[in-house]
């Protein structure tokens, strides 16, 4: 795709995983923790996340998609991201969450539904404690109130790829965040 604009360089994301990393190293100084990424958006944050801790980590994975009849990538770009509310479960924690310290790692925080399932799923295990890592925030797009414990950047009500996020399954290997361009 042509005329891919970077919003967040791979030095910014370098230097902000780096400060959150150290924000939780020394919120459960002593503790072990467990990172659970949310798929498949949230793979290469976890990984780059999870190598600036200095805690005792381990990791699982949840998947989700949204139900309903969720437009093409194309549609999504010119009328907006818009998911049909209805989350749902693909892949189920492996491990038991009960009595651990569990980070929730998800690429991006927008209306708020995915993270609000996903949190629910979790309390049930009874964990120790649960914090949400996200990396980045659209804030103007929330519709359940949930905010990240740690978050990396907020930005602006743009349809973003690179660093893990996707367009139709491509670009995720992109060093960049970068704004996709609406078309019409
Ligand atoms: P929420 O449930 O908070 O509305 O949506 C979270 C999910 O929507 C993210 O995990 C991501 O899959 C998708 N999403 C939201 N905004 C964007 C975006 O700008 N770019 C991409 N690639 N995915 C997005």
Same mark, same amino acid.
């Given at each position: 795709?042509?005329?891919?604009?970077?919003?967040?360089?791979?030095?910014?994301?370098?230097?902000?995983?780096?400060?959150?990393?150290?924000?939780?190293?020394?919120?459960?100084? #002593?503790?072990? %923790? !467990?990172? =659970?990424?949310?798929?498949?958006?949230?793979?290469?944050? *976890?990984?780059? +996340?999870?190598?600036? @801790?200095?805690?005792?980590?381990?990791?699982?994975?949840?998947?989700?998609?949204?139900?309903?009849?969720?437009?093409?990538?194309?549609?999504?770009?010119?009328?907006?991201?818009?998911?049909?509310?209805?989350?749902?479960?693909?892949?189920?924690?492996?491990?038991?969450?009960? #009595?651990?310290? %569990? !980070?929730? =790692?998800?690429?991006?925080?927008?209306?708020?539904?995915? *993270?609000?399932? +996903?949190?629910?799923? @979790?309390?049930?295990?009874?964990?120790?404690?649960?914090?949400?890592?996200?990396?980045?925030?659209?804030?103007?797009?929330?519709?359940?109130?949930?905010?990240?414990?740690?978050?990396?950047?907020?930005?602006?009500?743009?349809?973003?790829v690179g660093y893990?996020?996707?367009?139709?399954?491509?670009?995720?290997?992109?060093p960049d965040i970068?704004?996709?361009?609406?078309?019409?």
């Amino acid at each position: 795709m042509t005329g891919l604009k970077v919003l967040i360089s791979r030095e910014q994301i370098a230097e902000r995983v780096a400060a959150m990393g150290s924000e939780i190293t020394r919120d459960f100084a #002593g503790q072990a %923790v !467990i990172f =659970v990424g949310v798929l498949k958006g949230a793979a290469i944050f *976890l990984s780059d +996340l999870a190598r600036q @801790v200095q805690l005792d980590a381990t990791f699982d994975f949840i998947g989700v998609s949204s139900y309903g009849n969720r437009p093409s990538p194309a549609q999504e770009l010119k009328s907006g991201w818009d998911s049909t509310g209805e989350v749902r479960l693909t892949k189920d924690m492996d491990q038991s969450m009960q #009595g651990r310290n %569990v !980070i929730l =790692v998800e690429d991006i925080l927008d209306t708020g539904l995915t *993270l609000t399932y +996903l949190k629910k799923i @979790v309390q049930a295990h009874q964990p120790k404690s649960l914090r949400i890592a996200a990396l980045l925030d659209k804030p103007s797009r929330r519709k359940q109130p949930i905010e990240a414990d740690y978050l990396g950047f907020s930005i602006p009500d743009e349809f973003v790829v690179g660093y893990g996020l996707d367009y139709a399954e491509k670009y995720r290997n992109l060093p960049d965040i970068c704004i996709v361009p609406r078309e019409g």
